[in-house]
């Protein structure tokens, strides 16, 4: 049986030094991947904390895509993202232009002095649940007090730490279960009681195979979800404004389209 590191805990220092020796690993990128912005090149260098954009949770990019809504406008996404920080640390040492991290996440960069802003929201609600297994009496994120939560990285515990405390628990109860890429099969496999999770991913896990009850973060907590991010200072320059609009634009017009034309 696989055995995993439990409530092995970073401080959000210790998460955004870890972060930024990982983005100094990219560094060797930089001047190609900033040349986007300044060259005049139509593109925008986009980090995901999925490192990819084929997922469900990225459908209004693909909806603009298809219907056009971006024009010229091309998006390069940064490989190799990795860490929960790590976008945002990208962006703000102009490795990228653009990061899409957690309000807690978030909230840890800003603590750190990266000058990074919130330029735009896409859902103003929470995505993230947590997976319990089928017929659980665990039905309430304050039941999860002292129990074992699985977590594909130790930083997303910058996710989950402010939703504990939110629902009334103690952050430092809940035994981390270091699972990294199983740790969609933690819950199943018995090695944890409970698994992060969000809104794209339920679907993706059902599909294959991985039937679980989940404690929807919509339905309680008052926190959003993921907003794009931007260097502060990027909104002094008008090319910038008017590139990052543009492209905005083109997710906000396909994420409206969605609505208005579901499956």
Same mark, same amino acid.
């Given at each position: ?32 991947? &900033? ?19 084929? +997922? ?15 024009? /010229? !406008? ?22 990228? /232009? ?6 807690? +996440?978030?909230?840890? !960069? ?6 990074? +802003?919130?330029?735009?929201? &896409?859902?103003?609600? #929470? ?9 659980? /009496?665990?039905?309430? +994120?304050?039941?999860? #007090? ?55 991913? @339920? ?33 002094? /320059? ?10 905005? @634009?083109?997710?906000? =017009?396909? =994420? ?6 579901? !499956?």
């Amino acid at each position: 049986m696989t055995r995993y590191p439990m409530n092995s805990r970073l401080s959000r220092r210790s998460m955004i030094g870890a972060g930024a020796a990982l983005a100094g690993g990219l560094a060797f990128t930089g001047g190609r991947l &900033q040349a986007s912005t300044q060259d005049g090149r139509n593109s925008v260098v986009w980090t995901s904390p999925r490192g990819t954009l084929e +997922v469900y949770d990225d459908y209004g990019y693909w909806v603009a895509l298809e219907m056009g809504y971006f024009g /010229d !406008l091309e998006t390069e996404l940064l490989p190799g993202i990795i860490e929960a920080t790590s976008g945002g640390i990208a962006v703000a040492e102009g490795q990228a /232009d653009m990061s899409f991290v957690s309000p807690g +996440v978030f909230s840890a !960069l800003i603590q750190a002095g990266t000058g990074l +802003v919130s330029a735009w929201h &896409q859902v103003a609600q #929470e995505t993230f649940d947590f997976a319990v297994a089928k017929a659980s /009496d665990l039905t309430e +994120v304050s039941q999860l #007090e002292g129990m074992r939560v699985a977590l594909g990285d130790p930083g997303w515990s910058l996710i989950t730490d402010p939703l504990f405390a939110q629902a009334g628990v103690d952050p430092a109860s809940v035994q981390y279960v270091q699972a990294g890429s199983s740790w969609a099969q933690a819950v199943e496999s018995g090695q944890a009681d409970a698994s992060l999770c969000w809104e794209g991913l @339920r679907a993706q896990w059902g599909a294959v195979g991985l039937e679980y009850d989940y404690i929807l973060g919509k339905e309680w907590s008052e926190f959003p979800s993921n907003s794009f991010q931007i260097r502060g200072e990027d909104i002094e /320059d008008d090319s910038l404004t008017e590139l990052y609009t543009s492209y905005l @634009r083109g997710w906000a =017009m396909g =994420m409206e389209f969605a609505y208005w034309n579901p !499956l």
